[in-house]
């Protein structure tokens, strides 16, 4: 176990990426998480990796894409208002299934919102706001450690499925230090010589494009991607869950909002309700599954998120009529407390309102 | 005896999607010519682009990357960081270079990219059907100014090369036409400063070609080439804006 450093945040996912072997970052500078950016303005420069301080985050997107495209390991990093810049780029991306490496350190919206933390980017990450059919696979971390694993993972779930992959932290976590440790970076590399771009040395020019002109190509293609969602799904969908044997009641969230709603379990099994949790790690693919099963036998979820109900969506979905939903949330700014969560959770089971809206 | 044959780097079976009469098919020779001749195949990654040149990854046999429309300066930048040792460049119309992505291209100019750029200007968005682009002369009917480009509500045409030559990190800026065979000629030469500038190291080596649009400007080829010596010539003149490996 490698020793344990007080880390923030935004540096926890930079010096991952480096770890993780990140030959590229392009960036454009956003609050709260321009610190990724900086530091590795100075880090890139000193291993002679490649940096380049982009004119935009269209223009960052695009420079991600390129280098991938060449079988490098690539990533940028920005905040909810200009990854919605970069949602062209995205679908670009998972149409010619490049390796992209995306940070989302989440701010408020909508508009240019402001630097307070959120959660409002749920759908943005995961039914995501380029054209077309695609899915990004979209990670959430929930402490600082999680920032370094799910970096790590990011990478090597990017290569292994070449599928653009994005890690959704927000601004507290972010922002916010803690203990946690690097370790070295655990996955395989993964051979990319069938497709990578090297010059077409000795061999026939290969090209990376979405346009097809051909009608049964483009519908072949999409079906082969969303045959490669299903085995992502199969193969990488991850979750947290606590309590939930015996539970009447389980709270969902994710990100740092799941840190909360464990405390809040703890408070409320003292009290004698039989609560459990359940924290998504993967959001896309969702852990569909997993909560359809727990709906069985359980009376009640909640679903706790710093938006006006975005994930509840996809638990609905999962649970299917089978078991009741509600929300306990507020959009934007101060983190819903142990309290504030232990307070909505009464009031639901009492019927004082039918979502807790706070 | 000589035989007229196809560059090595253009692909055997390759039928130009371009319309009879467009310049775009010399354009693509030229390049293709000049990649067997440095030797570049096997070190090229092209940045391609969307409009009339969108399908150039079907005629050139080398390594390519699509770019949204506007973005090809951005992955030819994140290409040549990742893979500093091959030879990059886009082919890109005005609309795509100087109207959508000329931000991607200035500040690549500006960093000093050591990268090459290719942009046909034919004053007009050609696939979409002949619409009023960045560089449509003044008083140019498209289907989008049909009384005329009229500079009170429309503004003036961009010179692209000399944009481009303004930028410190650019090596080189040349506007060049195909509409005579001497001028053929010198834009090949151009076009090989263009790639030595990126191969020496030197920065960004940029050509902008006068191309003409038979098709949406409802001319012959004879009366298209005869526009660009009478009405765009004057008003993009020919010649070298930049050039830092002379005195």
Redesign the interface.
Known sequence: MAEKQLLKGNYAIAEAAVKAGC??Y?GYPITPQTEIGEYLSGRMHELGR???C???E???I?????????G?K?MTSSSSCAVALMQ??LS?ACA?ELPVVLVNVMRAGPGLGYIYPAQGDYFQAVYGGGNGDYKLTVLAPSTVQECIDLTYRAFYLAQKYRNPTMVLADGLLGQMMEPASFGEYPYPEIDNSSWA??????R????????ARDEDAQNNHIRHLFQKYDLIAKEETDWEEMNTEDADIIIVAFGSMGRNIKATMRELRAKGLKVGILRPITLSPFPSNRLNELADKCKQFIVVEMNMGQMIKDVKLAVNGKAKVDLINRPVGQWLSVEEIADGVQKILNKEVAYASI | MQVFSLPKSMKENCKYTFCPGCDHGIAVRLVAELLDELNLKGKTILAASIGCSVFLYDFLDVDAIEAPHGRAMAEATGVKRARPDKFVFTYQGDGDFASIGLAESTHAAIRAENLTGICINNTTYGMTGGQLGPTTLIGQKTTTSPMGRFKDTYGYPIKIAEHIALCEGTAFSARVALDTVAHINQAKKALRKAFQVQLDGLGYGFVEILSTCPTNWKMTPDEAHERVKNEMIPVFPLGIFKDVTEG
């Open positions: 030959e590229c392009f490649g940096y380049v982009a004119e935009s269209l223009a960052a695009n420079m991600v894409i390129g280098a991938t495209s060449t490098a690539a062209e780029g670009y010619d771009l090297t010059g077409a040395k000795g026939e020019g290969r090209a990376i494009y979405s346009c």
